[in-house]
């Protein structure tokens, strides 16, 4: 009944069965933890988890999959961290299924290093098990190591799968690695015998459209065997947007916007398209057609984990009780910056940065100022980071001497002593 309610959204008349249950056995915990999960209450999955432990119920691999799948989802590398330690103790540190989600976990945490620490140290590894480490390499923007990793899985005899194929093309179109994604697109097909779903083939034009190659990508999708969706002719508007072709990025979204006219995301793409291109009365048309038909951009909001609390940033949010600390950081990194790029218009980068009161450049703030100094700053972000931010944060890495990473909707960021992992293909 707990797993039927919370499957149906009804979360409430889930959590009132679970609290009337006199005898909770580990079916019962595990499926409101996953109920959490499902509905996006993932701290809460995460505490119900702790909850179990300390009233003697002892969670088995499900439950410590739910829970790892929360910690994922979250960014919670603490919590991760602490069910990681409780695995152990447990003695299930080689259990298959549960390392598949340790690796997982931290992969989507943004540790690569105890990712790969997990799945050295794995007795055993099943396809699923290079899987993750071939996605959370292409996720974190190590493209070339993705790659050794899928021809080491090859060599050790795992037949490589669909969704082994997915992971590897993902990871050769975040690193701009155009031949190689060719050359696993046609291994797939005519060595493996697979045939390329939806997923592979937007795999494909998001490598060439980050790559620039814009024409080529949009001769693809014309050329595609099924019908392309709009994810696909997506992934093309946004290389339109990064290499600023704006007639091809309005003949792309004539079809994004067929496949999915109420989907305020294209939109505000499109116009960011104009806005950057100056074609001001295009933007204004733009916005009046989103005003009219209703449709409502998700807010941004970035999170970080400090001392096991998780604070929460919103775009212009002056709520939080640092906000005049963080802000006061901010103005000094801006005039820093100013100073470092000389070059520039001072007044334009000045405005730009004021008018870019992103969540993200508030949660990496916070943690700068109550972070240990050294110590990595780890930011959450539901939508893509933007490029003022993405700026700002290459100078912050660099003039405080912290590691950044930052996880935005897309991809993993690694800020390092000026320096971005994604080295452009972001």
């Given at each position: 009944?707990?797993?039927?309610?919370?499957?149906?959204?009804?979360?409430?008349?889930?959590?009132?069965?679970?609290?009337?249950?006199?005898?909770?056995?580990?079916?019962?915990?595990?499926?409101?933890?996953?109920?959490?999960?499902?509905?996006?209450?993932?701290?809460?999955?995460?505490?119900?988890?702790?909850?179990?432990?300390?009233?003697?119920?002892?969670?088995?691999?499900?439950?410590?999959?739910?829970?790892?799948?929360?910690?994922?989802?979250?960014?919670?590398?603490?919590?991760?961290?602490?069910?990681?330690?409780?695995?152990?103790?447990q003695?299930?540190?080689?259990?298959?299924?549960?390392?598949?989600?340790?690796?997982?976990?931290?992969?989507?945490?943004?540790?690569?290093?105890?990712?790969?620490?997990?799945?050295?140290?794995?007795?055993?590894?099943d396809?699923?098990?290079?899987?993750?480490?071939?996605?959370?390499?292409?996720?974190?923007?190590?493209?070339?190591?993705?790659?050794?990793?899928f021809e080491?899985m090859?060599?050790?005899?795992?037949?490589?799968?669909g969704?082994?194929?997915?992971?590897?093309?993902?990871?050769?179109?975040?690193?701009?690695?155009?031949?190689?994604?060719?050359?696993?697109f046609?291994?797939?097909?005519?060595?493996?015998?697979?045939?390329?779903?939806?997923?592979?083939?937007?795999?494909?034009?998001?490598?060439?459209?980050?790559?620039?190659?814009?024409?080529?990508?949009?001769?693809?999708?014309?050329?595609?065997?099924i019908?392309?969706?709009?994810?696909?002719?997506g992934?093309?508007?946004?290389?339109?947007?990064?290499?600023?072709?704006?007639?091809?990025a309005?003949?792309?979204?004539?079809?994004?916007f067929?496949?999915?006219?109420e989907?305020?995301?294209?939109?505000v793409?499109?116009?960011?398209?104009?806005?950057?291109?100056?074609?001001?009365?295009e933007?204004?048309?733009l916005?009046?057609?989103?005003?009219?038909?209703?449709?409502?951009?998700?807010?941004?909001?970035?999170?970080?984990?400090?001392?096991?609390?998780?604070?929460?940033?919103?775009?212009?949010?002056?709520?939080?009780?640092?906000?005049?600390?963080?802000?006061?950081?901010?103005?000094?990194?801006?005039?820093?910056?100013?100073?470092?790029?000389?070059?520039?218009?001072?007044?334009?980068?000045?405005?730009?940065?004021?008018?870019?009161g992103?969540?993200?450049?508030?949660?990496?703030?916070?943690?700068?100022?109550?972070?240990?100094?050294?110590?990595?700053?780890?930011v959450?972000?539901?939508?893509?980071?933007?490029?003022?931010?993405?700026?700002?944060?290459?100078?912050?890495?660099?003039?405080?001497?912290?590691?950044?990473?930052?996880?935005?909707?897309?991809?993993?960021?690694?800020?390092?002593?000026?320096?971005?992992?994604?080295?452009?293909?972001?």
């Open positions: 009944m707990i797993s039927g309610y919370s499957k149906c959204g009804d979360l409430a008349a889930a959590s009132r069965v679970f609290e009337k249950t006199s005898e909770r056995s580990v079916v019962s915990w595990t499926s409101m933890i996953q109920a959490y999960s499902r509905s996006g209450l993932l701290h809460d999955a995460i505490r119900l988890f702790h909850e179990m432990t300390s009233s003697g119920t002892k969670p088995d691999i499900f439950t410590l999959s739910a829970v790892l799948h929360a910690c994922a989802s979250s960014g919670s590398l603490e919590s991760g961290k602490s069910v990681h330690n409780y695995i152990t103790g003695g299930l540190e080689s259990n298959l299924f549960v390392c598949n989600a340790l690796m997982d976990m931290y992969a989507k945490c943004g540790s690569m290093e105890d990712a790969s620490l997990v799945f050295s140290q794995m007795p055993v590894k396809i699923i098990s290079w899987t993750v480490m071939i996605a959370g390499y292409g996720m974190h923007g190590f493209g070339k190591e993705a790659i050794r990793a080491e090859r060599r050790d005899g795992i037949k490589p799968d969704v082994s194929f997915i992971s590897v093309l993902y990871a050769c179109s975040h690193s701009g690695l155009v031949n190689e994604g060719w050359r696993f046609n291994i797939m097909q005519k060595e493996c015998k697979i045939e390329p779903s939806l997923e592979h083939y937007a795999c494909m034009v998001d490598l060439l459209s980050r790559s620039g190659k814009l024409q080529m990508a949009y001769e693809f999708i014309k050329g595609m065997p019908k392309p969706d709009a994810t696909i002719w992934a093309l508007l946004c290389g339109c947007r990064i290499h600023h072709d704006v007639k091809l309005e003949r792309v979204a004539e079809h994004v067929e496949l999915e006219p989907n305020a995301r294209y939109y793409l499109l116009a960011n398209i104009y806005a950057e291109a100056e074609k001001w009365e933007v204004k048309e916005r009046v057609k989103i005003g009219r038909r209703g449709l409502k951009k998700h807010p941004g909001c970035s999170w970080i984990e400090v001392k096991g609390k998780v604070h929460v940033f919103v775009a212009k949010d002056g709520s939080h009780p640092e906000v005049r600390k963080i802000e006061a950081l901010l103005r000094k990194v801006r005039e820093g910056m100013k100073l470092r790029y000389a070059l520039m218009n001072g007044d334009d980068l000045e405005k730009e940065m004021a008018l870019c992103h969540s993200e450049k508030l949660a990496m703030g916070f943690g700068i100022l109550n972070l240990p100094p050294g110590k990595t700053v780890r959450m972000k539901n939508l893509r980071v933007c490029r003022d931010c993405h700026e700002m944060a290459k100078f912050m890495s660099k003039t405080t001497g912290r590691e950044i990473i930052l996880r935005d909707s897309n991809f993993f960021h690694h800020f390092k002593d000026g320096s971005c992992s994604c080295r452009g293909f972001w």
